[in-house]
């Protein structure tokens, strides 16, 4: 191991005990202070999102500036206004019978992508801090300057606002020792993993909870009832943004064979350009590795710069490269995810054979992750949805944007789980909810002892719960209680049947068998004469004046009457 690794490991070390003493302190914030704190770190990075957005291409070469301008406003913006009012300290959701408490996880290890290196530091700092946890953040070594810089614009603004210091780090030498280093520790709590998937498997082999994502390879389906002008223009809005580089862009494009001349012809008229056999072939050289694998240095660039190094003169304005494919497989290089403007282009007859092909595409390399659809049939949509091995069915929308929730109502998010299809732990779009942990404080609602079951109280008023009963169901207990009231003298006062109104405090019926009960403490002024009826109530009085209660084999006690009395001693027989 070199120098370099050596330094990574105690840096990644230091930076997590350092973060793990600050979110002991953090953890203690309320709610008003840690959204204080995430205002004022979301406004730095919205006011910086062109900034960084240029730096993030110039660092990396991937994509354009100003789509990664619009990535970092929708993280800085959108998502912080999507979540801004949630509760993530203290009580968070109550009803009658549970109580949710929320509680941070400790320190969050952040992995940062190449391809979305400015916008999911953006995303992963907000959600940490939001729900009361520290993170550190590694950074892809090509673009550790950017990240670097976006964590230190959020942090300078935290700080103002009272965050400890050492509640966002930003490692400074990558290396895989370090990161390794960060995932295993044994204050890190959560791993938030973006990146390839030899990266997303070692954090869940790490022995730490893992969020972490997968490919997409998405295929785009545009069934015939679709609005072609609109269905193409989403799918290159979506393959094209960024070049690219977002997982959840258009990687193929499946159309029914009655509509696929048409589907053809608005991709020439809006900028798509379909390669002959030849070309494909060119191009399938550049896009894979000799070992088969993804070629990175196709990755986020342009179809111009993509046609060049196949050594293709492609129309000027071309967007997207488009190529007939014959099946999907190691054999064929254009059914792979290209994170690229490069599209694979699929003919085929009906819903059937159409979601039949697109679960092919997400087998080879995009499971759980997304399926886009275009159609006016709703029917058709969900259909093929429920066939779809992905978390996300984007319809009628660009896959890129619906996806993270820029153009649906989906959770908006740079983290998208692909569920158990990917080997991820959730399908969600990961937001502060996946970094909390939540307690759940409940009353019991189906009593095991039912004679002995507690009075629920009320979370809003604090004082007994109260029912609504009917007047002819209290005519009706009354009544049934008064039949009843006669007890053998030969049964002592312990066994005595007691049928007696719900225990509800105040509530009518009780009312009315005090009023209709013959002899009561108040009337004899807690004198020997013995009472017919003795309520909770009656021994709490007795108690508070020190007097005795007389009662006869024929006196009717409460359960809780006879439990009281009995430890406080207040009944006397006569």
């Not at 953040?137 to 400890?164: F, N, Q, V, Y």
């Not at 998405?218 to 997982?247: H, R």
């Not at 608005?266 to 000799?290: C, I, M, R, S, W």
């Not at 959770?411 to 959730?426: E, H």
Request: glycine share 8%; with cysteine.
């Amino acid at each position: 191991m070199g120098d370099k690794d050596l330094v990574a490991q105690q840096e990644a070390r230091d930076a997590v005990e350092s973060a793990h003493r600050a979110q002991l302190t953090l953890a203690t914030f309320d709610q008003q202070k840690i959204d204080a704190i995430c205002e004022a770190m979301a406004g730095a990075a919205l006011a910086e999102s062109g900034r960084l957005g240029q730096l993030a291409h110039e660092e990396t070469g991937f994509g354009k500036p100003e789509d990664k301008r619009e990535k970092n406003r929708f993280a800085a913006e959108d998502i912080w206004n999507h979540f801004r009012s949630l509760k993530t300290v203290g009580v968070i959701r109550e009803t009658d019978s549970v109580v949710e408490i929320a509680s941070p996880r400790g320190v969050v290890a952040a992995i940062i992508p190449s391809t979305n290196p400015t916008s999911t530091a953006i995303f992963k700092i907000i959600i940490a801090i939001k729900s009361r946890n520290s993170i550190v953040l590694s950074p892809h070594p090509s673009a550790a300057k950017c990240i670097t810089e976006t964590s230190r614009i959020m942090r300078d603004a935290a700080i103002i606002r009272g965050l400890p210091g050492d509640a966002i780090h930003c490692l400074q030498t990558s290396s895989i020792e370090g990161t390794e280093t960060l995932m295993k520790h044994r204050n890190t709590a959560v791993i938030l993993a973006t990146g390839g998937i030899g990266l997303v498997r070692a954090a869940y082999s790490s022995g730490k909870p893992a969020f972490g994502v997968g490919p997409g390879n998405v295929p785009s389906y545009i069934e015939s009832s679709a609005n072609i002008q609109k269905a193409v223009a989403d799918i290159l809005t979506g393959t094209c943004f960024d070049n690219g580089t977002i997982c959840a862009s258009e990687q193929a494009v499946v159309v029914d064979s009655n509509v696929a001349a048409a589907v053809r012809e608005q991709f020439k008229h809006q900028g798509g350009y379909f390669l002959n056999p030849g070309e494909a072939d060119a191009v399938a050289k550049v896009l894979l590795t000799p070992q088969r694998t993804l070629n990175a240095a196709i990755v986020g660039r342009s179809a111009q710069h993509i046609a060049t190094l196949a050594g293709l003169s492609i129309p000027e304005g071309t967007r997207c490269l488009l190529a007939d494919c014959g099946g999907v497989g190691r054999d064929y290089p254009w059914s792979i995810e290209k994170l690229s403007p490069t599209l694979a282009f699929f003919v085929v007859d009906g819903v059937e054979k159409a979601a039949a092909r697109c679960d092919e595409i997400l087998h080879f390399g995009g499971m759980g992750h997304t399926a886009g659809m275009h159609t006016q049939d709703r029917q058709k949509a969900i259909e093929y949805g429920k066939a779809m091995p992905a978390s996300r069915v984007v319809i009628n929308s660009p896959t890129t944007h619906g996806a993270i929730g820029l153009s649906t109502d989906l959770a908006p998010s740079m983290t998208l789980g692909c569920g158990s299809w990917g080997g991820n732990v959730t399908s969600d779009n990961v937001s502060p909810i996946h970094l909390m942990d939540i307690k759940r404080v409940a009353f019991e609602t189906k009593p095991v002892n039912r004679g002995t079951a507690a009075t629920v109280v009320n979370p809003v008023s604090s004082q007994p719960a109260r029912q609504s009963i009917s007047r002819d169901k209290v005519a009706a207990l009354v009544d049934k209680f008064l039949s009843t009231k006669v007890v053998a003298d030969d049964k002592p006062p312990e066994k005595a049947q007691v049928i007696e109104a719900p225990s509800v405090p105040e509530s009518p019926v009780k009312t009315i068998i005090h009023e209709l009960r013959p002899q009561s403490l108040k009337e004899n002024g807690f004198s020997a004469e013995p009472v017919d009826f003795v309520s909770e109530t009656d021994v709490r009085e007795a108690v508070a004046k020190g007097k005795k209660i007389y009662i006869t084999a024929k006196t009717i006690l409460t359960p809780s009457a006879r439990d009281l009395g009995g430890e406080k001693d207040i009944f006397a027989k006569v």
